[in-house]
Nanobody, 121 residues
């Protein structure tokens, strides 16, 4: 079993900052990519940012220049620093990890339970 545990989100004023973190634990041989996705009310889940095992990052156009994703490889953890938050950043943020298991081929996708981020004055 693998678990992804996210830090608590919260209520932030527009222009404010918030950092989310997520740690993976359990039956993990290694982790390929980790990332963050979000889902706003009435919308589909969308990619926010990802980071691969070699440190390559990818961001949604809407967050480029405002959000920064980073990994702690030793701790199997990923963080998302969110600055200059806007109302449209509101949603449930989900942590994702593509995990390799010893003796098994391919990667297995795991998700956190999600944490609410609300940007409002």
């Amino acid at each position: 079993q693998v678990q992804l545990v996210e830090s608590r989100g919260g209520l932030v004023q527009p222009g404010g900052s918030l950092t989310l973190s997520c740690a993976a634990s359990g039956s993990i041989f290694s982790i390929d990519a980790m990332g963050w996705y979000r889902q706003a009310p009435g919308k589909q889940r969308e990619l926010v940012a990802t980071i691969t095992s070699d440190g390559s990052t990818n961001y949604a156009d809407s967050v480029k220049g405002r959000f920064t994703i980073s990994r702690d490889y030793a701790a199997n953890a990923v963080s998302l620093q969110m600055n200059s938050l806007k109302a449209e950043d509101t949603g449930v943020y989900y942590c994702h990890a593509a995990i390799l298991k010893e003796g098994l081929r391919g990667t297995f996708n795991y998700w956190g339970r999600g944490t609410q981020v609300t940007v409002s004055s």
